[in-house]
């Protein structure tokens, strides 16, 4: 197993304009769930409705 | 934490091409101080891998990015492993899942963390875990061997093959071990891939939700999981090594039945959710019911006889027994 070689994203460039880096806060407040849940399409969609 | 750190943090690892072993991965992240991307964050920094969150305001430039990364979702998170076409292909608990990329935008909310592994990146004393993992799976190979061994010696040497009800008696009471095998797994929160998959076919989180109503357990004291381990356990042994035994194991079995129809009628009508794993084992006892019916080991149950009681203090000696070891394994996985 050899690890990818991911290129670090241009954030000036046109494809990723509306990108911006989140801070240590904003890290924190993403959160890991206890849920046991598979997230289906149907299980995701349902948070729309 | 038992829920997405149970695969995500390993699936992860696993996308990115990282090596790494499942149970140290999991422990670490269990160790977690901040059980957040932060958290994972200087997590991977131990793994050699740099990391970077990103808020995309507009979804649809996830295209620009190179996958696998994590995408959050107000249900948690998804592993994103690629963004051909107007689709986007990711894991969510170790399944893959594709939907549209339209779709993805709505879900999304725009909250995205990406990995760079360094060349080198693997998991600390990698070697020297994967020995160990190694070592572990021989043991448990090891383990299979002489149970199947040992089960085929008995199964042959005790004539058990000359009758075709006492065949499927062996048979209903392994598949029965081995469905309270998993859904003792379950109630400890010990993942399982398979056992999730059994799980979903009568209904997705069945097993789950019936599981954590305090109908799973006998007042508290004892979960039905482990009665059914202990009862299929004992069941089998006795028929394979004392085949005189199944008398009593066919009267054990009716007393049973009764418990069978409670069950059945609590998930429909209480709890409102099938769980797979239980309503498997409530048709397990009735065919192993029509199976000693069959054998006509139930005609001379009565009067019981000092060996019926001899094999029920056998399960009561197996379940107290159950009950103070699996408290005990759940303590040492915390």
């Given at each position: 197993m050899k690890p990818l070689q991911i290129p670090m994203p241009d954030l000036g460039s046109p494809g990723l304009k509306g990108a911006?880096?989140?801070?240590?806060?904003?890290?924190?407040?993403?959160?890991?769930?206890?849920?046991?849940?598979?997230?289906?399409?149907?299980?995701?969609?349902?948070q729309k409705r | 934490m038992d829920g997405e750190?149970?695969?995500?943090?390993?699936?992860?690892?696993?996308?990115?091409?990282?090596?790494?072993?499942?149970?140290?991965?999991?422990?670490?992240?269990?160790?977690?101080?901040?059980?957040?991307?932060?958290?994972?964050g200087k997590l991977l920094d131990e793994y050699g891998v740099s990391s970077l969150g990103l808020f995309l305001s507009?979804?649809?430039?996830?295209?620009?990015?190179?996958?696998?990364?994590?995408?959050?979702?107000?249900q948690g998170f998804l592993i994103v492993t690629s963004t051909d076409g107007d689709k986007v292909?990711?894991?969510?608990?170790?399944?893959?899942e594709t939907m549209s990329l339209r779709e993805f935008c709505e879900v999304c909310d725009g909250n995205v963390f990406l990995a760079f592994p360094s060349p080198?990146?693997?998991?600390?004393?990698?070697?020297?875990?994967?020995r160990f993992q190694l070592f572990g799976k021989v043991k448990r190979i090891l383990f299979v061997i002489l149970a199947a061994a040992l089960f085929?010696?008995?199964?042959?040497?005790?004539?058990?093959?000359?009758?075709?009800?006492?065949?499927?008696?062996?048979?209903?009471?392994?598949?029965?071990?081995?469905l309270s095998f998993m859904l003792v797994r379950k109630s400890l929160r010990i993942k399982s891939r398979f056992a999730d998959k059994v799980c979903g076919v009568l209904q997705k989180e069945g097993c789950d939700t019936v599981l954590e109503t305090g109908a799973s357990s006998f007042f508290g004291i004892f979960s039905w999981s482990e009665v059914g381990l202990t009862y299929f356990s004992v069941s089998l042994l006795s028929i394979l090594m004392f085949p005189g035994s199944i008398i009593y194991v066919a009267a054990c079995n009716v007393c049973c039945l009764p418990f069978t129809l409670w069950s059945i009628w609590y998930q429909k009508f209480r709890a409102k959710a099938w769980c797979t794993l239980c309503v498997s084992v409530q048709c397990t006892l009735w065919l192993l019911f029509f199976s000693y019916l069959a054998g006509g080991w139930l005609k001379d149950v009565f009067p019981l006889k000092p060996g019926f009681f001899v094999l029920v203090a056998v399960y009561g000696f197996v379940l107290l027994g159950l009950n103070r070891i699996i408290p005990m394994m759940n303590k040492l996985k915390r």
């Open positions: 911006r880096k989140l801070d240590p806060s904003e890290l924190n407040a993403l959160k890991f769930s206890d849920k046991h849940t598979v997230l289906t399409p149907g299980k995701l969609a349902e | 750190s149970n695969f995500i943090l390993s699936d992860f690892l696993g996308a990115l091409g990282v090596p790494h072993t499942p149970d140290y991965t999991t422990r670490r992240f269990e160790a977690m101080p901040f059980k957040s991307l932060f958290g994972l507009d979804r649809s430039e996830i295209k620009a990015l190179t996958p696998p990364f994590l995408a959050h979702t107000p292909s990711y894991l969510t608990r170790g399944v893959a080198s990146a693997a998991e600390p004393d990698y070697a020297s875990h994967a085929v010696w008995l199964f042959v040497t005790q004539g058990i093959w000359r009758s075709v009800p006492a065949i499927f008696a062996v048979i209903l009471n392994c598949c029965g071990l081995a």
